[in-house]
């Protein structure tokens, strides 16, 4: 059985425009130890869908769906039944570690306090667990540093105490929203490195959301991309970058510099997503995509097999199977007739 199953998850927000799909008709499953990367552009659907999962959205939105966690049911459960779960056996690591620790506490006693509101041990025995915490994520002399603020911590250390407090319950899954958000290239690899290893010391399960898909590609097993609310393609990790089967994963892969492409030219996705609150009919992707045809402006295709555990939501993804797609994105014969601008990439 898997560890967390998700089925036709769907979350609505009320605003003065109407009401806004943030997540439309979201499923998939993670396995005990797994790792799921989980990409696409701000506001396609990424944190609301994983916030979803411990119930942590604000009380005007509403949930359909199912989210099983080892067999429990999560949408419409007790509030007895969520503060179980939240922080010992579903752990949150948000992207801003600064606004989620409280700055008149010291990290110790802020990690302590988590533990003992999952487990019946004592002060001292928390205090010493919050230690252990430090000392996994590899924070030097972590008895002096469980001492100090938050303000006293680099942001690359905030990031690895939170870290810390998240798996000081050794919970069963991660879910870890943008963790090395604003932290250099050389201190983001030393978080993700450590989240890794405490993730393996633990045997967790970890989703991780990121906009960086470089991150994703040396980290996951198993990525799914989203768009206007909704999976659009999802499958292993190696498969779906090397052969991509949605041109909008094309156009992320393609947006990216490549250090064996200096003097090259990107190619942007031109245009911009789609509103949430109206949505155009048929593909979401579609006044954005250089493929497009009539039948995809009339009905959103469903997830497809394209390949071994690879889905696709796509009509023309034969097209992509069958030509290279490294320039897909510079063509001018888009839906919109808008051309990505290209942009010198220089040493």
Same mark, same amino acid.
């Not at 036709?8 to 943030?22: M, N």
């Given at each position: 059985m898997s560890l967390l199953e998700v089925d036709?998850?769907?979350?609505?927000?009320?605003?003065?425009? /109407?009401?806004? #799909?943030?997540v439309r008709d979201v499923s998939f499953t993670v396995e005990p130890g797994e790792v799921? /990367?989980?990409? /696409?552009?701000?506001?396609?659907?990424?944190?609301?869908?994983?916030?979803?999962v411990p119930r942590l959205l604000p009380a005007t939105a509403r949930v359909t769906g199912s989210v099983r966690f080892d067999g429990t049911e999560l949408v419409g459960a007790k509030s007895e039944t969520l503060r179980g779960l939240r922080g010992s056996e579903i752990a949150m690591i948000f992207q801003d570690p600064m606004s989620s620790m409280n700055p008149v506490h010291t990290v110790g006693r802020q990690i302590a306090e988590a533990r003992r509101a999952h487990a019946a041990v004592s002060k001292d025995e928390a205090w010493r667990d919050a230690v252990?915490?430090?000392?996994?994520?590899?924070?030097?002399?972590?008895?002096?540093?469980?001492?100090?603020?938050? #303000?006293e911590f680099s942001g690359?250390?905030?990031?690895?105490?939170?870290?810390?407090?998240?798996?000081?319950n050794r919970p069963r899954l991660i879910i870890a929203?943008?963790?090395?958000?604003?932290?250099?290239?050389?201190v983001q690899a030393q978080v993700l490195e450590v989240l890794d290893q405490a993730r393996v010391e633990s045997g967790a399960s970890l989703v991780l959301v990121s906009h960086d898909l470089g991150v994703v590609a040396g980290t996951a097993d198993r990525v799914q991309v989203m768009y206007g609310g909704t999976i659009v393609e999802t499958g292993p990790t190696e498969e779906v970058f090397e052969r991509p089967r949605m041109p909008y994963t094309v156009g992320l892969l393609s947006s990216l510099p490549a250090v064996d492409q200096i003097g090259g030219r990107l190619h942007p996705i031109p245009g911009a997503p789609p509103s949430l609150v109206s949505l155009p009919p048929g593909c979401s992707f579609a006044p954005r995509c250089p493929l497009v045809?009539?039948?995809?402006?009339?009905?959103?295709p469903e997830l497809v097999a394209v390949g071994t555990d690879h889905l696709s939501r796509c009509r023309r993804w034969q097209v992509l199977a069958e030509s290279p797609t490294e320039n897909l994105f510079s063509r001018t014969d888009t839906a919109s007739g808008a051309t990505g601008t290209e942009m010198e990439v220089s040493a």
């Open positions: 036709g998850l769907s979350v609505t927000f009320p605003s003065e425009d /109407g009401e806004v #799909h943030a799921l /990367g989980v990409v /696409g552009e701000s506001g396609s659907g990424k944190s609301v869908s994983l916030m979803a252990a915490a430090l000392a996994l994520v590899d924070i030097p002399q972590p008895e002096t540093r469980a001492k100090q603020y938050p #303000h690359g250390m905030r990031q690895r105490a939170m870290i810390a407090m998240a798996m000081v929203d943008e963790p090395t958000t604003a932290l250099d290239v050389t045809e009539d039948a995809c402006r009339e009905a959103e």
